[in-house]
């Protein structure tokens, strides 16, 4: 892939002058992307979830109009992994880290004039951190804020589904296909973390109860779900979905 394609929406790209001359910079829309470095497995590079952002982000944004006011600060790649602690190749940031650097994100964009913010989370790991910050910026800031959520249909088993949620078939299919040279799928792996006979309430995740877990507690290898079936062919039908999935919610947030 060409990365990135989307220069002339990308904020570090522009010099002062260019994003001072930036029309109605209040009613426009900042896309900050939030992943995480970290291990996935044997088979896939630790930058899975940052580049994932990007990979979406490079796709969704060529299917807007170039009327549309919709700008990307610069991404968020190192963010809340300690539950891959334990496994080379995984960097962390503690939870008030990462809320400082949304935090200040969010107080660079406001001083350049911009009031709209909508973060593209990539890793489940931040999730809550995310939440609350993105609550502290509208409540401090008065910024309107978003947080996006543009589902799109994947075709695996009912067991997949429910319990494969790292460096599984989805992310290791978008990865075979988006970025060949940095896979080796020889070395997919499978490690379930509950069956679908289980019928207790209290799982890892997706139900009524959950619990802290580490990967390690789970998985020897680093993959949760089964990553051996995944193919360059569906990731690449998977990814266009995506795609499109992100270009209609951007398109509802802008418009």
């Not at 309107?144 to 075709?155: M, N, S």
């Not at 490690?191 to 679908?196: A, D, M, N």
């Not at 998977?238 to 418009?255: I, N, P, T, V």
Request: aromatic share 6%; proline share 5%; glycine share 8%.
């Amino acid at each position: 892939m060409t990365w990135p394609s989307y220069r002339n929406r990308y904020l570090p790209a522009m010099t002062l002058r260019q994003i001072q001359a930036l029309p109605q910079k209040a009613d426009a829309l900042v896309v900050l992307s939030t992943g995480a470095i970290e291990q996935h497995g044997p088979h896939l590079p630790v930058g899975v979830d940052a580049l994932l952002g990007q990979m979406f982000l490079n796709r969704a944004l060529l299917l807007l109009d170039s009327a549309l006011s919709v700008y990307c600060a610069p991404p968020i790649q190192v963010a809340k992994s300690n539950e891959h602690d334990g496994f080379p190749g995984t960097l962390i940031l503690s939870r008030e880290r990462l809320r400082h650097q949304i935090a200040a994100v969010g107080r660079q964009l406001t001083d350049w004039g911009f009031r709209r913010l909508a973060i593209l989370n990539t890793h489940g790991g931040n999730l809550s951190v995310v939440k609350s910050s993105l609550r502290e910026l509208h409540m401090k800031l008065g910024m309107e804020v978003h947080l996006i959520y543009a589902p799109y249909p994947i075709e695996v088993s009912e067991r997949e589904a429910a319990f494969g949620i790292h460096a599984n078939n989805l992310e290791s299919s978008l990865m075979y296909h988006a970025t060949p040279n940095m896979v080796d799928p020889k070395m997919a792996t499978c490690c379930w973390s509950g069956s679908l006979e289980d019928s207790r309430i209290l799982k890892s995740q997706q139900a009524p109860a959950t619990y802290a877990w580490k990967t390690l507690d789970i998985s020897r290898s680093g993959t949760i779900g089964d990553a051996t079936g995944a193919t360059a062919e569906q990731g690449a039908v998977w990814l266009q979905r995506a795609a499109d999935a992100l270009a209609a919610e951007l398109r509802a947030l802008a418009g």
